[in-house]
């Protein structure tokens, strides 16, 4: 039998998860609350800037394998597995705001009312352990009637996505990570990711969920170990490039996630973390690293503005330029971007701030409305500035000239280090 798919929540990852499922043959119905949302969708705009993204989407809406829709019903009647992927970002205390998760699950379960025959409904939204047996199975049950893990599945199924590599991290994963408590939700998940090449670990869904954060907080934590590595290396005069290159051959360490800097920003590293200390103390149990992890990254953006005062005295009314805008090269996504943070910093002390980004002007612009002059061309921006911050590695900006400039570089741009009047890298 060859499954169809709902999807619930079509942001990053339900978008990437509708195409991807689409792309592979299933017959995918993605839905949204936002009906703006969907009508763009249907009209082939992917609405979030990915590669390969508008290219999958064109192709699974033209052989008819993906429909979006704005009605719950039609979602959860017209497949057989519905996944849950709504965004559950931070509260102001840290811990996870579940209020989009239950309220899809609501909507689900009211759906699966209606329905005749087994249903599956897998959560791939990143939640607090416990979350989908608990939170997630009692809504769809006194919704709908029925009793979980009997009369219709419930399963954790998170999600790995890098945003800038997300499609290829869907069709490739190093592994598929199925939560289930009962069989039938986990022949149907098996059957579902035939197709993917990976392993297939069959777990609980606290397990599931709990590997989830896990992987996020170890990623957390080797940048801002690096980072500390990073910072004590300037200190000493020495090229952290040069020692944490030498540490990552060791292949119990491994080379990934060592690239010491501003420290790691998006939409889930921080908010993860964030989650885990705060599910951790909930417990009575202390999350010292986790903790630590967070403060070394928020002192890097403080570390760049340092090393620009160090060179330039007081910032006050001086033009400073902000290379780079999206959370990392690849995406135009600013979420908890660490550009955000060192132009907060630059605009308390005063500075005119000048930013440039290939991709996310549009979503700075939302946020940053007109507080920060936003220029196109990056090298028109070097042009009019005295002093540079590099804060994401865009390849763009490998090739300008900073030549007469202060270059305070936050991601190692090899290009500003070449050509820069005075070059300060943050950590080497
Ligand atoms: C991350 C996880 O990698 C992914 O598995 C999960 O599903 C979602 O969160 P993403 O947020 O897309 O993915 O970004 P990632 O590529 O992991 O980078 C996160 C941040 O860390 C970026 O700001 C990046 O610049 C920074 N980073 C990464 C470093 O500063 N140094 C590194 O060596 C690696």
Known sequence: MSYRISIVGLGYVGLIHAVGFASLG?????YDVDRVKVEKLRGG???IYEPGLEEHLGRALASGTLEFTDTIEDAVLGSDVTFITVGTPSLPDGSVDLSQVTSAARSVGRALRLKRGWHLVAVK???PPGTTEGLVAGILEE???M???????VASNPEFLREGS??????KPDRVVLGVRDERSRDTLLKLYEPIDAPKIVTTPKVAELAKYASNLFLAVRVSLANEVGNLCKALGVDCYEVLGIVGLDHRIGKYY???GLGFGGSCLPKDVRAFIKVAESLGVQA?????????NEEQPKRAVELLEKHMGSLKGRRIGVLGLAFKPGTDDVRESRALDVIRLLLEKEAEVYANDPKALDNARRLLGDKVKLVENPQELIDTVEAVVIATEWSEYENLSYKDKIVVDGRRVEGARRTAKVYEGLCW
């Open 147 to 153: 009793k979980a893990f009997r009369d219709f599945g």
């Open 125 to 127: 939204s990143t939640v």
């Open 26 to 30: 299933y017959r995918v119905l993605g």
């Open 45 to 47: 705009s992917p609405i």
């Open 143 to 145: 919704e709908s009637g």
């Open 258 to 260: 060592l690239r010491a």
């Open 288 to 296: 010292r690293i986790a903790r630590a992890a967070l403060e070394v």
């Open 166 to 171: 997300a499609l290829r991290d869907f069709f």
